[in-house]
């Protein structure tokens, strides 16, 4: 790539654009050329404007950028989006219509009929109902940070004995509820069996990932998905329990073997945010473990563990995803690598 692609960050100052930044600061194609927040940040420095919760210091050339206001005029055609979703659905609308290609993190459109939800591993070829969209640029999303190590699980895995049901209960760290996210009173020494409006967005998301692309729309996986969410005192690192029936059982070894070897779309393209394994199989009894191994790959990596039989469905496992990387930020710009790889950005 002869020269870089200027990029803007919606939501620069909240837990994703903070991830985003630090992601994207050495990025070998893309750089941050805009910073965009609310009005009450708005023309002050992104130092001044931002309550910095990484465990790296705000990069030099950013601490004293101005921020300007959501729905500024920009120049940078590539958005990424880590707003609030209850600001986010249209701004990122305006934007898309004004030409701007807007990669969100936001709930908001992750249904709409003509959004694709991405994984690159996944379903890349999901891309191209974009075109059929009535705006003059595109909005594309990623998943649900739960669904994300999950949909990676299940992809090769349906591909291979087709999956009937999914029995899905997680263990979601304070970080995927922002900042300042859950009062400590609730959460220290506690576990919130409750996360609003969080099952039914892990419910149907999967189907929509998994699902065939047709010339409108895409059909649903025909699955079904069935989901406990709980938030639990961790700071980072989404651990979920998993039941999956088939339609042609596989034994544990089979399920590892896939796992363990399954590559796609950008490990072939080596795209620079893109992790040489995307699935990691561990044979440990007492793996994986958030406090050891969501900064696998760059937190880039879905990992699996204790792959077994199940006697209700027909195997059971342990999964982890890096919920603010590969669920969130990571995911947006490998998203946005993809789709320039693959020529859309024209």
């Known amino acids: 790539m002869k020269s870089k692609i200027p990029v803007a960050i919606l939501g620069a100052t909240g837990t994703v ?10 990025h070998p194609w893309f750089e941050i050329d805009e910073l965009v927040a609310s009005p009450r940040s708005a023309n002050r420095t992104y130092k001044d404007a931002c309550a910095w919760k990484q465990d790296r210091p ?15 005029r920009l120049s940078s055609r590539i958005l990424f989006s880590g707003m609030d979703s209850s600001v986010a659905g249209p701004i990122e609308e305006d934007y898309a219509s004004r ?18 939800i991405i994984i690159p591993e996944i379903n890349s070829d999901h891309f191209a109902i974009t075109k059929k969209q009535r705006f003059a640029g595109a909005i ?61 967005k892990v419910e149907i998301e999967s189907q929509k990932i998994l699902g ?50 399954w590559k796609s779309l950008p490990q072939e ?15 440990e009894e007492n793996r994986p473990q958030p406090a050891r191994d969501i900064w696998l790959e760059n937190g880039m990596a879905a990992c699996a563990g204790r ?10 496992m342990v999964v982890l995803g890096h919920n603010t990387v590969r669920g969130a930020a990571g ?8 789709y320039v790889s693959l020529g859309y950005l024209q």
């Not at 039941?243 to 363990?260: A, T």
Request: neutral net charge; proline residues 8%; aromatic residues 6%.
């Open 58 to 72: 705000i990069p030099s050339y950013l601490r004293d950028k101005l921020l300007l206001q959501a729905g500024a």
């Open 212 to 261: 065939r692309l047709e010339e409108d729309s895409i059909k649903p996986a025909d699955f079904v998905v069935s989901a406990q969410c709980n938030r639990v005192p961790l700071i980072e690192g989404h651990t979920i329990n998993l039941s999956i029936k088939f339609e042609k059982k596989p034994n544990p070894q089979q399920v590892k073997d896939i796992l363990d070897t």
């Open 307 to 316: 792959i077994r039989e199940c006697p209700v469905g027909d195997i059971k």
């Open 269 to 283: 393209k080596k795209l620079p945010t893109a992790p040489g394994r995307p699935i990691i199989v561990f044979e």
């Open 99 to 116: 030409g701007h290609i807007v990669i969100s993190n936001s709930k908001n459109h992750r249904m709409d009929s003509d959004v694709p």
């Open 17 to 26: 654009g903070q991830k985003f930044i630090l992601i994207l600061q050495n």
């Open 331 to 338: 995911a947006a710009i490998l998203n946005a690598e993809a």
């Open 140 to 200: 594309i999303t990623n998943s649900n940070c739960v669904i994300m190590p999950v949909a990676m699980i299940l992809a090769p895995l349906h591909q291979a004995f087709k999956v009937k049901w999914v029995q899905l209960f997680s263990m979601q760290a304070i970080s995927g509820a922002g900042y300042p996210g859950v009062s400590s009173y609730d959460i220290l020494g506690n576990i919130l069996p409750f996360i609003e409006g969080e099952e039914p």
